[in-house]
Structure formats: structure tokens, C-alpha cells
């Protein structure tokens, strides 16, 4: 099942699904939709429509769409992190320079390079995502200091201690009950906002990203 799940929800996950598509031109038809990031807590879940109620406060009606998938998260630990391993962290800027970690995930190794590189993310104003391989994980005074590429490129991350680390779990309709936690990341379309996979909180540990 996981390896169902995960190829459609990894889509959702980052900003850059231009990989996965075919080289054409690019026409406006053709243009992706905007995409959206759904926050919150579930208020219900029937048929085809999840209501959330988000971290903003407002309530709001999310469509999943034919073939949809859920998945869960599942606690990892810092020094589960190791030099090959596939991450995506979601970072601040630091005072002294460099970047913060807010939140890591470790892919699966099935998932390695999928939505590869470092892009504007919105958990924080000024927050980024960085999708890429561990080059190496250094442990310091507070915490641990990754360097991660991406396309020929290199980046340190500073994971303090306490940071969220998770890793990808399976998950089914049965867990999208009232108060789970879920994080969606979806489009908008013209009849609201339309999900093909939704990351849902169980067992205690909710979606960090």
C-alpha cells in the first residue's frame, strides 16, 4: 500500500512537479493551478468532501478528487538522519546566519529525488522547503548541522533539539476522524479547493510540515 500512497502524495508535497511532466509548450490553458496548503483539524469527512476547520480559524470544504490518497507520519529521530538519506526541511533563517530547521521529513529510499530542491514554503513568513541528499550530519552543542545538495548545490541546516523529525506512514479512510490533524496540499479549482492526497495526524504524532 505505502508504495502506492507515496508517489501521488510526494507530488503534493513540494512545488516542482515540472519533471514528471511531458516536454511541450507551455500554453496559459495549460497553466497549472495555483496550489494551496489546507492546515487544521478535520470537523467531518463524508463522501467526497473533507471539512476542515484551519489554522487560521475559517472553515473550509475540501474536494477530493477521483483516486484520491491518504498517508500518515510517523516519529523519527534526529540521529535517524544519515549521510544518503533524502530529507525534506522546512528552514528559517537564522540571527547568525544560515538556516534553521522548523520540521524534518526523511523519505522513504523509494522516494529519493522526488521534488529535488529548495523553494519558498509557507509553515512560517520567510520560511523555505529544501527537498535533497544528506551529504553529512554533524553533531554539535545544540542539536545537529546537515549539509544537503540539490542540483550541484550545497546547503547547511542547523536541526536544533526538540526539532520535528518524521518520517512517511501508511494510513486509511478510517483515520480521518473528527480533531485529526491533517495537512493538504492542494489546488485551487473552479468548484473550491480540490485534494488528490491528504497527510493525516494518528497515534499522537500530527503532520509537522
Known sequence: MIKTILPALVLGLTVIASAALPVTPV???????????????????GGSVLKVKTREGETVDVTLADGWKVASVANAAVTDIKPGDFV??????????????????IFPPAMKGAGEGSYGWDLKPNSSMTNATVADAVKGVDGRTVTVSYHGKE?????????????????TNDDLVPGAVVFIP????????LAHQVLVGKNGVVPPM
Open 27 to 45: 500554453h496559459a490553458e495549460d497553466q497549472k493551478p495555483e496550489q494551496v496548503h489546507v492546515r487544521g483539524s478535520i470537523v467531518s469527512y
Open 88 to 105: 525534506g526541511i522546512a528552514s528559517l533563517p537564522s540571527a547568525g546566519g544560515g538556516d534553521g530547521a522548523l520540521e524534518v521529513l
Open 155 to 171: 546547503k547547511k541546516i542547523a536541526i536544533p533539539d526538540g526539532t520535528p523529525v518524521v518520517t512517511i506512514a501508511p494510513a
Open 186 to 193: 492542494a489546488e485551487k479549482a473552479a468548484s473550491g479547493t
